[in-house]
C-alpha cells in the first residue's frame, strides 16, 4: 500500500463526481465489482501492476473484462486512471472509495463472531444494538470461529466487545490463579 494517499485522492474524487453527476449507487457498485475482482484475482493484480504491459493494452483489457459490466462514468474514469499510468492503484482506489461510502452514507461496518452461524432473529438484534450507537445503517459480516464455544465477539473498528464463553473461561482461569486464600 505505498500509494495509499494518492488512492485516496482519486477515490475522493471520483465520490465526488459521482456525487455531481447523481450516480454515486451505480458508482458504489462499480467500485464493489472492480474491489471483488481485485481481491478474488491475483493475476488481475499482477497484470494491472505490471511494467512489462503497455498502458494501452492494459485498457483494452479493462474494458474487455468490464465492458457490460460498469457505469460509462467507471469507464471514462479508468480510462483517465490508465492514460495517467496508474492502473497499479486501480485495487486500492476500489477499496478506498467504498470506504468513503460507507463513511458518507453514515453505513458502520461490524463484524460478529459466533460459534454457529446466527439466526436471523439474532442477527436483527446485534444491528438494532449497533444503530443504538448513533449509526444509520449497519452492515454485519458474520464469522463462524468454532475456537469460541458459545456466545459472540463484536467488533466496531477498532472497539471490541467480547461475550464469548471461551472469554469467560479465561477470566475464570485467571481468577482461580490468583491465590486469595490468607492463613492466619
Known sequence: MKYKRAAIRYAKALMQLSIEKHCLQSTYKDMLLLD????????????????????????EILTQIFDSEISN???SYISII????????????????LKQYKTHSNIQEATIITSTKISQKTREKAEKYIEGLGVKKVELIEVVNESI????????????????????????????????????
Open 36 to 59: 471483488s475482482v481485485c481481491k478474488e484475482n491475483k493475476e488481475f493484480r499482477l497484470l494491472l501492476s505490471s511494467p512489462i504491459i503497455n498502458s494501452k493494452k492494459k485498457l
Open 73 to 75: 462514468l467507471t469507464k
Open 82 to 97: 490508465t492514460n495517467k499510468k496508474r492502473e497499479a492503484l486501480i485495487p486500492e482506489i476500489s477499496l478506498s472509495f
Open 149 to 184: 464455544i458459545g456466545g459472540a465477539i463484536i467488533r466496531i473498528d477498532d472497539k471490541q466487545l467480547d461475550l464469548s464463553i471461551a472469554n469467560e473461561i479465561s477470566e475464570l482461569r485467571k481468577n482461580f490463579n490468583k491465590n486469595t486464600y490468607s492463613q492466619k
